[in-house]
Nanobody, 119 residues
Framework: QVQLAESGGGSVQPGGSLRLSCAAS????????MGWYRQAQGKERELVAR???????NYADSVKGRFTIAMDNAKNTVNLQMNNMKPEDTAVFYC?????????????WGQGTQVIVSS
């Protein structure tokens, strides 16, 4: 069974930094896309950043220049470095991945990690 395990959430003051990590485990044949989404209270889930196995990245306009996504293909991990954080970054962050396993290609989600930006 394929699972995504997230770590690194927590609380930080405005202007501070956090690093989120996500590791995919299980009977994985291939991963072609990994990313992070977030959902603030009362709002819909939105894309934060994603990266393909070839290193092509996409960022939400609201995080460009502040967040950096990186993927380690060998370790099946994706990290999100978040700098100069703002109160509006407060949300539950979810790891997402397109993974090929014995079940074929499927989209997987982590359980989410809370990020709070507050003074």
């Amino acid at each position: 069974q394929v699972q995504l395990a997230e770590s690194g959430g927590g609380s930080v003051q405005p202007g501070g930094s956090l690093r989120l990590s996500c590791a995919a485990s299980g009977n994985i044949f291939n991963i072609n896309l990994m990313g992070w989404y977030r959902q603030a209270q009362g709002k819909e889930r939105e894309l934060v950043a994603r990266i393909s196995s070839r290193g092509v990245t996409n960022y939400a306009d609201s995080v460009k220049g502040r967040f950096t996504i990186a993927m380690d293909n060998a370790k099946n991990t994706v990290n999100l470095q978040m700098n100069n954080m703002k109160p509006e970054d407060t949300a539950v962050f979810y790891c997402n991945a397109n993974i090929r396993s014995i079940y074929g290609w499927r989209e997987y989600w982590g359980q989410g990690t809370q990020v709070i930006v507050s003074s």
